[in-house]
């Protein structure tokens, strides 16, 4: 187990903030559509939020909690609450891409970004660690259907999380192993979703949050209550009248283009907008990729140009950086 400094030094301060008499804490927004927003809000929710997934999740006092996530967003600072407010033994590990690396024993609880998943996957002993874990928690991106398919034999359950910085980490989880697997999200006893004129999920979590929240992601509901998230609405292109979502684009050419990449949109005299790609790396052949996108997408949702970068822009918590990705992809082309 490793212990940087400056690590152990935010989560001890997160500690004597969270134990001082202040009422509030300020948190902050991940950033992937903008920059980053500073939030106060209230210990009291906090830990209603705590209680809420250690009840779902059956995690009982005494247990270990693996924290591995930046202390500075949302999903760090939780499961450090967690920890406090339902009596877990935390064991922090400086975040990395292979968390797992220097443990000699699996942990009852951990949550994780999907890059560390991937990772810890590609190592034999670290992918044992993590098939011991009692209950393992994804957030913070979008899960690859490959990696999706390589945890739906896991023994101990594996969840998809959704939430945001306003509902204080996840209100709802959906199975990605086992005979629950499934693409929907079960909401967390309490909350209640709905959707806006637009089709944007709505969420009610009294517990954390008082207010009835509208969200940009557009979602398909159940009369159960269930929901799944068909992508975002600020995702949405309209390129010569035809609707592209840039979700569904990237998921029909990742199992192909191995490469990381990210879809966003540059404006057209002809269009309005266009798709364009921006691949991490050096060059393709363009005439190569027009063959992998012909043979994934729709003629209509195919990109028209591409963009290599050395490194694509992602948000501290791992997310694709939207914004940025569009102003990169315009400086490139000259828009």
């Known amino acids: 187990m490793t212990h940087d400094t400056s690590f152990s030094q935010s989560v001890a301060a997160f500690v004597a903030d969270w134990n001082s008499a202040r009422p509030t804490m300020t948190v902050h927004t991940s950033g992937s559509t903008g920059k980053p927003k500073a939030i106060e809000v209230e210990k009291a929710r906090m830990a209603a939020s705590a209680r ?13 909690a693996l924290l591995c996530l930046p202390v500075e967003y949302i999903a760090g600072k939780m499961v450090i609450v967690r920890a406090l407010t339902c ?3 935390l064991l922090p590990v400086e975040p990395s891409n292979r968390p797992l690396s220097g443990l000699d024993k699996s942990p009852d609880f951990a ?10 996957l590609r190592f034999p002993e670290e992918a044992r660690c993590l098939e011991g874990i009692g209950q393992t928690l994804i957030g913070g991106g979008a899960i690859a259907p490959d990696l999706q398919e390589r945890l739906r034999d896991l023994p101990n359950p594996v969840w998809s999380t959704y939430g945001m910085t306003e509902t204080l ?11 629950g697997a499934s693409d929907w999200y079960t909401p967390l006893p309490g909350v209640e979703v709905g959707q806006d004129a637009s089709g944007c999920l709505t969420v009610y979590a009294p517990r954390v949050n008082p207010a009835r929240l509208t969200t940009h992601d557009l979602a398909e509901l159940r009369p159960d209550g269930q929901f799944r998230i068909l992508g975002r609405k600020d995702n949405t292109i309209i390129s010569g009248g035809v609707k592209i979502q840039l979700e569904d684009v990237e998921t029909a050419l990742r199992p192909s283009l191995t490469r990381p990449f990210i879809a966003t949109s540059v404006p057209d005299g002809k269009y309005g907008e266009i798709l364009v790609l921006l691949i991490e ?4 052949a363009e005439d190569l990729l027009n063959a992998l996108c012909a043979k994934c997408l729709p ?5 028209k140009h591409y963009f290599f970068l050395d490194r ?3 948000t501290v918590s791992g997310k694709p950086a939207r914004k940025e990705a569009r102003s990169i992809a315009r400086a490139m082309a000259g828009r």
């Open 169 to 179: 980490s996840h209100v709802a989880l959906r199975r990605l192993n086992g005979p």
């Open 111 to 120: 949550a994780f970004v999907p890059s560390q998943v991937y990772e810890t």
């Open 281 to 284: 790396g050096c060059p393709m």
């Open 52 to 64: 809420m997934t250690c009840e779902f999740l059956g995690l009982q006092p005494g247990q270990s």
């Open 312 to 314: 694509l822009p992602v």
């Open 87 to 89: 009596g877990l033994r």
């Open 299 to 303: 003629v209509y949702h195919r990109p």
